[in-house]
């Protein structure tokens, strides 16, 4: 009896899962969740420069990418939520330096546009270490590091990028270059002899790195079709702010703020670049503090 139950049982499995292999294979079953699946864009590029699609490995490459970041649901529905206060000040000094407006979502891949701070020493938005920042000009010290400071760190790396460029010919290394550094990337194009970023073999992290910014650029331009269709009212806000100028030190930031009509937290949130409870001014330099008009009235 014993035996008879389990060659029955056998037997249900068997034709079971044959129906399934079946339904599987003929697409009329519903057992597999394709929603999360992405189709390839025919064409896409990145500043205007095409990505060879025809390529095997370029158009997984992408894919890779893309499936990533269109099911890293949370973290992607936060940075859309942010560009929306972060792009409009990003995208007028690309426009005014003449840098790509693709390259605002390297900075979204570089930090998730926040103020992000890296194990090797990288901080702010565009993730400058501290002796590269202060080559581009920017002020970095005990009080004062304007890597935090997203005009001016945008500024930073529209100057790095400009000079990438002209020393590659195009964007697209110009980009890559801002994750493999200059020189990284150079040593690969005379050994390898190519210079195209998609006949390059790179290390993993460089080699993912163009393709992060189209996945990026690709969603974001086209939230509704990757699933993130997010109302307006549920995006961050930019807040009205009145800019203070300030010529002499100021030895206690909370009490300014106060002063100011709003909080040392408050002060700290619009104005990151500050690092102390103070702020040494030297002679003949200016600092210009944003001070929140609204949004924190209770």
């Not at 901080?123 to 001016?152: I, S």
């Not at 010529?247 to 709003?262: P, R, S, V, W, Y």
């Amino acid at each position: 009896m014993n035996r008879i139950k389990r060659t029955a049982i056998v037997a249900a499995v068997i034709i079971t899962s044959g129906i399934l292999i079946h339904w599987t294979s003929t697409g009329t079953g519903t057992e597999v969740d394709v929603k999360n699946h992405v189709y390839l864009p025919a064409n896409i590029d990145f500043a205007g420069e095409q990505v060879p699609m025809s390529l095997s490995d370029v158009k997984e490459r992408l894919d890779r990418e893309l499936l990533v970041n269109v099911n890293l649901h949370a973290t992607t529905a936060l940075v859309i939520k942010r560009a929306n206060r972060a792009f409009p000040v990003i995208e007028p000094i690309l426009k005014q330096y003449g840098v790509p407006d693709d390259f605002k979502y390297l900075a979204v891949i570089e930090s998730g546009l926040v103020n992000a701070v890296s194990s090797a020493g990288a901080r702010g938005v565009w993730q400058f270490m501290p002796e590269t920042a202060k080559e581009k000009g920017m002020e970095v010290n005990e009080y004062v590091d304007e890597r935090y400071h997203l005009e001016k760190s945008t500024e930073a790396a529209c100057k790095y990028l400009l000079s990438a460029k002209d020393k590659f010919g195009n964007w697209t290394l110009a980009a890559a270059s801002y994750n493999g550094g200059m020189n990284g990337v150079n040593k690969q194009i005379e050994s390898q002899k190519v210079t195209d970023y998609y006949d390059l073999l790179l290390n993993d992290e460089t080699s993912r790195y163009v393709f992060r910014i189209l996945a990026l650029k690709e969603i974001m331009k086209n939230q509704v079709k990757y699933g993130y269709d997010l109302p307006k009212e549920v995006l961050y806000q930019q807040i009205p702010v009145k800019k203070v100028e300030v010529t002499a030190t100021i030895d206690d930031l909370a009490m300014f703020a106060i002063e100011q009509g709003i909080n040392y937290k408050i002060l700290k949130i619009h104005n990151p670049w500050l690092r102390d409870k103070k702020l040494v001014v030297a002679p003949n330099k200016k600092y210009t503090i944003d001070i929140p008009l609204e949004g924190y009235k209770r």
